[in-house]
């Protein structure tokens, strides 16, 4: 299970050990490379998500430039003002 840490070199195709990060979006993915950090997160009794905060950068092979994104799941914390 994930845990609060930096994870660099992620991959939407990983290999042991490695990170996974898989972006797309109206029914179309792409291959992605970026990093993420898990800023919060914790689990129930059962591993089940209760909350995450987690910011994401991603680099797709079908588009220009880099994506930046936040996802909240029960948590508090703060979505980041855009650069």
């Given at each position: 299970l994930p845990q609060?840490?930096?994870y660099e070199n992620a991959v939407d195709n990983p290999g042991?050990?490695?990170p996974r990060l898989d972006v797309g979006?109206?029914?179309v993915g792409c291959s992605s490379t970026g990093r993420f950090e898990?800023?919060?997160i914790s689990y129930d009794a059962n591993d089940e998500l209760v909350s995450a905060a987690i910011d994401f950068e991603a680099l797709c092979d079908r588009a220009a430039g880099r994506l930046l994104?936040?996802?909240?799941v029960g948590s508090d914390l703060p979505?980041?003002?855009p650069p």
């Open positions: 609060v840490g930096v042991p050990g490695q979006g109206n029914g898990v800023l919060e994104g936040s996802v909240r979505i980041p003002s």
